[in-house]
């Protein structure tokens, strides 16, 4: 991408409307009740696992919407792995390290994502769980959580067009 690229209105409104997206998914991740369900981990491992999940979710369902989509989800991407990068620094990983990190938490989100992915498009019944089970999420709630992600990637799949690309999304209650 040139510099031109950087300052075009719409890359900004891109960067505007992925960097809501990214806040909502840092929310529903972050929720205290996926917790208290025990639907997450409360570790640091856990919460990477939900961010991962819920941002897999997200960029799966624009992808649905072509080019538009595909560029808001790149866009989007961007600012989850900035959000790792961030979070890194935050617990004292130092500039050395911090590449071999984030690309080691690159790897474990896109194979939460293609495991996601193929969970949800597959007609086997129980894909989710053993997901799940496969990553170790939720060990005392797997099938709760299966139910969750699937609930949520229907909720998804039913909103609309232009509320996607605008960076609304909302999640189904837990």
Do not use: C
Request: overall charge neutral.
């Amino acid at each position: 991408m040139g510099l031109d690229a950087l300052f075009r209105p719409q890359s900004a409104r891109r960067r505007k409307i992925a960097r809501h997206l990214y806040d909502q998914i840092m929310a529903a991740a972050l929720s205290p009740e996926l917790y208290r369900q025990g639907l997450a981990q409360d570790t640091l491992d856990g919460r990477f696992e939900q961010v991962a999940l819920h941002a897999s979710l997200v960029m799966r369902r624009l992808r649905d919407e072509d080019e538009p989509g595909r560029a808001l989800a790149a866009e989007l991407q961007r600012e989850v792995f900035s959000g790792f990068d961030y979070g890194l620094r935050e617990t004292g990983v130092g500039d050395s390290t911090i590449s071999r990190k984030v690309r080691a938490l690159g790897e474990r989100f896109y194979g939460l994502a293609r495991g996601l992915d193929a969970a949800i498009g597959s007609d086997a019944p129980n894909a989710m769980i053993d997901l799940i089970r496969r990553n170790g999420l939720a060990p005392d709630a797997e099938a709760r959580l299966a139910e969750y992600l699937k609930s949520a990637a229907q909720h998804l799949g039913d909103v609309d067009r232009e509320t996607i690309l605008s960076g609304q999304v909302d999640w189904p209650r837990l």
